[in-house]
């Protein structure tokens, strides 16, 4: 079930995030050491602009980040090229 953020995760997100409004967000979820990056996944399967799709080519030595480095890139290109 979803609820509003606490005072302090509006604190801590608003940090994280400086362009979020951390009153209209809400958590759906706990947070948690277990990932899961389906919605990488769908966010590759979904964008349309290949310049914000962080694909490796094999022997790429950025594919030992795993999927945690792929997905901070990500964040990364989306912010760059918006």
Do not use: C
Request: proline residues 2%.
């Amino acid at each position: 079930m979803a609820r509003q953020m606490t005072d302090a995760e509006k604190l801590r997100f608003a940090s994280y995030f400086p362009g979020l409004d951390v009153d209209q967000a809400v958590v759906t979820g706990e947070a948690s050491t277990v990932y899961n990056f389906f919605a990488l996944q769908l966010y590759d399967a979904m964008q349309w602009e290949k310049v914000l799709l962080v694909q490796y080519e094999p022997g790429d030595e950025r594919i030992r980040e795993g999927e945690q480095g792929r997905a901070h890139r990500t964040v990364q290109a989306y912010f760059a090229n918006r």
